[in-house]
T-cell receptor, first 118, second 113 residues
Framework: GAVVSQHPSWVICKSGTSVKIECRSL??????MFWYRQFPKQSLMLMAT?????????EQGVEKDKFLINHASLTLSTLTVTSAHPEDSSFYIC??????????????FGPGTRLTVL | GESVGLHLPTLSVQEGDNSIINCAYS??????FIWYKQESGKGPQFIID?????DKRQGQRVTVLLNKTVKHLSLQIAATQPGDSAVYFC????????????FGKGTMLLVSP
């Protein structure tokens, strides 16, 4: 149980285009999901907290108009990188909390999405 | 031995050795701590957790030690295997409300046969 999937697992796009990444909780409901970014040989940095049915909460320094988050259902959050540039190339990871059995703030992580912007 | 690279410290051990990975956490108000293992190109995988009312917790081949006085956390892996090679992150959290996880910098563990 407690499986989180991401799609796509990797994507290559041209500079200036937008890319959408999906995060799904497969066997549980998640009112709260999180989006992280990880550059090579670095740690995970929280970008934003995605709340079902309401606006996302962005961390300081993360542009909300560039990284659009939509959490329209209890099992799906999407992150859209708008007007992507090479510096947005990174590993994007989502996580989700189980709304029913939320214990110790435990988060279940997805497998990540590798974004490369040419 | 242990070395500090440009971004990621590395611990190199021989198969069968015991490994100790250290982490200094930042928030004295944190009361829940987690160790994650991350293999190349994958998401973090939960290893073990500990609450602040404990100073030691054991799992299968792994032990986490917590020293709140100096805000230090360690992960001990017994009889390290090549499959343990990965990057290990500690994460801290406040077990209240909807607080978020803060990840440490990570340590790369390299296990040679």
């Amino acid at each position: 149980g407690a499986v989180v999937s991401q799609h796509p697992s990797w994507v290559i796009c041209k500079s200036g285009t937008s890319v959408k990444i999906e995060c799904r909780s497969l066997d549980f409901q998640a009112t709260t999901m999180f989006w992280y970014r990880q550059f090579p040989k670095q740690s995970l940095m929280l970008m934003a907290t995605s709340n079902e049915g309401s606006k996302a909460t962005y961390e300081q320094g993360v542009e909300k108009d560039k990284f659009l988050i939509n959490h329209a259902s209890l099992t799906l959050s999407t992150l859209t990188v708008t007007s992507a540039h090479p510096e947005d190339s990174s590993f994007y990871i989502c996580s989700a909390r189980d709304s029913q059995t939320w214990v110790n703030n435990e988060q279940f992580f997805g497998p990540g999405t590798r974004l490369t912007v040419l | 031995g242990e070395s500090v690279g440009l971004h990621l410290p590395t611990l190199s051990v021989q198969e069968g050795d015991n490994s100790i990975i250290n982490c200094a956490y930042s928030n004295s108000a944190s009361d829940y701590f987690i160790w994650y293992k991350q293999e190349s190109g994958k998401g973090p995988q939960f290893i073990i957790d500990i609450r602040s009312n404990m100073d030691k917790r054991q799992g299968q081949r792994v032990t986490v030690l917590l020293n709140k006085t100096v805000k230090h956390l360690s992960l001990q892996i017994a009889a390290t295997q090549p499959g343990d090679s990965a990057v290990y992150f500690c994460a801290e959290n406040m077990n209240s409300g909807y607080s978020t996880l803060t990840f440490g910098k990570g340590t790369m563990l390299l296990v040679s046969p």
